[in-house]
């Protein structure tokens, strides 16, 4: 059985090797963008939280420059038939 590392995880990656030798990880979650990228402690790559949706971001510039969470984006979507991105 697999133990998270963080309480926090949003997702878990598993990798198989050629051998079928297995490594989990544990996955944060871009509360902007939605992207997904490996929680490497240590690894000196910034991950920015946002101070006005309470979530952390994958610090792309794009989701750095304006708050516009996922969730948010979506039901702007679902209400307007079209996918909204402001900035891009």
Not at 9 to 33: F, Y
Not at 58 to 73: D, G, H, I, M, T
Not at 75 to 80: E, R, S, T
Request: charged share 20%; proline share 6%.
């Amino acid at each position: 059985m697999f133990e998270h590392s963080s309480p926090h995880a949003a997702g878990v990656v598993i990798v198989t090797d050629l051998d079928r030798n297995e490594t989990t990880r544990d996955t944060q979650q871009c509360v902007h963008c939605g992207a997904h990228w490996v929680m490497v402690k240590g690894s000196g790559k910034p991950h920015v939280f946002c101070q006005k949706c309470g979530g952390n971001t994958c610090s792309n510039p794009a989701c750095l420059s304006v708050c516009y969470p996922e969730k948010k984006r979506h039901d702007d979507a679902l209400k307007h038939g079209r996918l909204i991105w402001p900035g891009r």
